[in-house]
């Protein structure tokens, strides 16, 4: 995958998408939740997208430009 001067390969997207869907499941993350994510358009986003779909959950694109006060009171 190739997003500006950023490249990865698929392996490497499945790899660190897995580490993400791990770690969610682990904080207590269970198929059919909600997960927001705010980030800006990166491979990382695209990490995290598939990530929160291996973990079973739905994702909730948050846009980053969004004023303070729209954004829900989430961990990190």
Do not use: W
């Not at 490497?12 to 998408?17: C, G, H, L, Q, W």
């Not at 869907?21 to 980030?39: Q, S, T, Y």
């Not at 491979?43 to 948050?62: F, N, R, T």
């Amino acid at each position: 995958m190739i997003y500006g001067e950023h490249t990865m390969t698929y392996q490497e997207v499945n790899r660190e998408a897995n580490k993400v869907a791990h770690c969610l499941r682990k904080e207590g993350v269970k198929p059919e939740d909600f997960v927001a994510i705010i980030a800006e358009r990166s491979l990382e986003m695209v990490v995290g997208i598939y990530g929160i779909i291996k973990s079973g959950a739905a994702y909730v694109p948050m846009d980053p430009v969004y004023p303070k006060e729209r954004l829900p009171n989430c961990r990190k």
